[in-house]
């Protein structure tokens, strides 16, 4: 199976700023947050709040609590640059705590993700997510979570039937013996027969006319699909490396195979793995360009 070191890591920049740096004031002109030209537009299409400028929206209604008013990070204007080498040029969104970790944890803590979203250039964001490939192995080891995930079903029928197909469409068909041909034919058949309900309706209708699927060896289009399906899928009891991880931390199990940084990580919980994250990107990207008020040890919990 294709491992995360064997993709192609460049990123693609995005065409538009990261940060618009709009404000959202209170009913007293209070600046309550920033945020992008899309959530204003979501205010102002409700009657939810009116424009003081371009950037600038007021809410018509008093606020439930206080918005970021306390939260420094959230109320500065972000730059438009890349907090490792400092360019604004081909510009991309980095998760500092990569998102197949942060899916799978409280609400309370995703919803603080922001602060671990940096503008990072395509360039550096290739050059770091190589040394974030090698601390996901690290973790996968640690806490016997692999990378491709638990819980896969092997579907030997399907890889029988996808190399059967393969071969009745190799142009040199004509060099295999009819006797291994018709046990190929057969095969296919049988496949095909007992999965019907995996192929595409067009399929299933070119399959229906073949009674017991015999000869449905010679619709191309069917052969096609039957190489093109997963020979392993997702079963019912799945589960991912990051949800692995995020339950294990999350309920402060060690193990023996775990280095003395994963067990400090499991035992103190999910909020030092999110820190884990925070440093393994400062130490190997060296961001000259954090914004002010970013850190290690930010809070990753919902005040």
């Known amino acids: 199976m294709e491992t995360e070191t064997d993709r192609k890591l460049t990123m693609q920049s995005r065409e538009q700023d990261i940060y618009n740096n709009c404000k959202v004031l209170d009913i007293t ?26 950037n600038t929206i007021q809410l018509n209604f008093v606020n439930k609590g206080s ?14 640059m890349c907090t490792i080498c400092g360019s604004s040029t081909n510009l991309t969104m980095h998760h500092v ?67 059967a197909a393969s071969t009745l469409m190799s142009p040199s068909l004509d060099k295999i013996p009819k006797q291994r041909i018709d046990q190929l034919r057969a095969i296919v058949n049988e496949v095909v027969v007992q999965n019907t309900d995996l192929f595409s309706a067009d399929s299933q209708a070119l399959i229906s006319q073949y009674q017991f699927g015999v000869g449905v060896w010679a619709e191309h289009s069917v052969l096609k699909e039957l190489m093109s399906m997963d020979v392993r899928i997702r079963g019912p009891g799945f589960c991912a490396h990051g949800e692995i991880i995020v339950d294990v931390v ?10 003395d940084q994963c067990k400090e990580i499991a035992v103190a919980g999910v909020p030092a793995l999110v820190a884990s994250w925070r440093r393994h990107f400062v130490e190997h990207a060296g961001p000259a360009y954090l914004p002010n008020h970013w850190s290690v040890e930010y809070s990753c919990e919902q005040n």
């Open 29 to 54: 002109g209070t600046l309550l947050f920033r945020a992008g030209t899309r959530r204003l537009e979501w205010y102002l299409s409700r009657n939810l709040a009116h424009r003081i400028d371009a």
């Open 67 to 80: 918005g970021r008013q306390n939260e420094p990070f959230y109320l500065q204007e972000m730059q438009n």
């Open 97 to 163: 705590v990569p998102h197949q970790y942060r899916k799978y944890m409280d609400d309370k803590i995703k919803s603080r993700s922001s602060h671990d979203l940096l503008p990072v250039c395509t360039l550096c964001h290739d050059k770091y997510e190589r040394h974030a490939v090698l601390f996901k192995q690290h973790l996968s080891h640690c806490f016997s979570a692999p990378l491709e995930g638990v819980g896969w079903i092997e579907r030997k029928d399907i890889g029988k039937g996808m190399r």
């Open 250 to 259: 999350g309920h402060h199990r060690t193990n023996s195979l775990m280095c």
